[in-house]
């Protein structure tokens, strides 16, 4: 909770200092759109985002601090998901498994940038996901687990945990997307992107599954997927 007071705090004094400095111009030039493509082992996503830096800092304003928007599709086959909820995950004899052979889930999210401009056309930066929903078709799911309690199908048409909420490891809920990445700016307007891309995506099961004779009572599963991704990223009033 210290670490989201602190990242609020910076935001509003970032937003505030920008609106002291009275430049319009200034905040215009900060829009950037973004379109980035990632894959690893048996996983793919797309996404289309919107951000917005402020400076921080009354001299070269180096370090970046901002908000965006992002929207990304997620592919997966043969994927294998763990119990979600962190008052399970601590132990292992707690963590059931859910198989999809295709996983689809379409996220927007609101996020949350940080960035550090270390010469003038390179950027090195970080951004995550902090809230917002999923969405997408059912999926067929076997249950991996032989502690299922008696009554409860080992088949689900599960799908995509509906909303998302950035509360730091295991305690996070939905899917949520992360990304360390470097920056490189071709021209004023234009810039590559590339880097590694972490994404958690969630389904939930139709009903709430009891295992270990109801010491285990869950519906959510989660993945973690590691990927490298690549991006092309345009400041449509940047003017020079």
Do not use: C
Not at 41 to 58: E, P, R, T, Y
Not at 90 to 101: C, G, P
Not at 103 to 109: P, R
Request: proline letters at 3%; zero cysteines.
């Amino acid at each position: 909770m210290k670490k989201y007071l602190l990242i609020a705090f910076l935001l509003i004094h970032t937003l505030s200092n920008a609106q002291q400095q009275g430049s319009k111009a200034l905040y215009k030039e900060g829009h950037t759109f973004d379109m980035a493509i990632a894959g690893g082992k048996d996983v793919f996503q797309s996404s289309m985002s919107w951000s917005h830096l402020h400076g921080f800092g009354k001299k070269d304003q180096r370090f970046k601090v901002g908000y965006g928007i992002r929207f990304g599709s997620f592919f997966g086959g043969n994927l294998l998901y763990t119990t979600a909820p962190s008052k399970y995950t601590s132990n292992e004899d707690q963590i059931d498994t859910l198989s999809l052979i295709n996983a689809q889930v379409n996220t927007l999210n609101a996020n949350i940038h940080l960035q550090y401009t270390l010469f003038k056309k390179l950027d090195l930066g970080f951004n995550i996901d902090a809230i917002g929903f999923s969405f997408g078709s059912a999926q067929k799911s076997s249950i991996l687990s032989s502690s299922l309690d008696p009554g409860y199908s080992p088949v689900q048409q599960s799908k995509p945990t509906v909303f998302n909420l950035l509360l730091i490891g295991d305690n996070d809920k939905g899917s949520l997307t992360s990304e360390f990445y470097v920056r490189y700016w071709l021209s004023p307007r234009w810039a590559i992107r590339g880097g590694f891309n972490y994404f958690f995506s969630e389904y939930t099961t139709p009903q709430t599954l009891s295992f270990n004779n109801g010491e285990v009572s869950n519906d959510r599963f989660r993945n973690k997927a590691y990927m490298g991704f690549l991006a092309v990223s345009f400041k449509p009033f940047q003017s020079h």
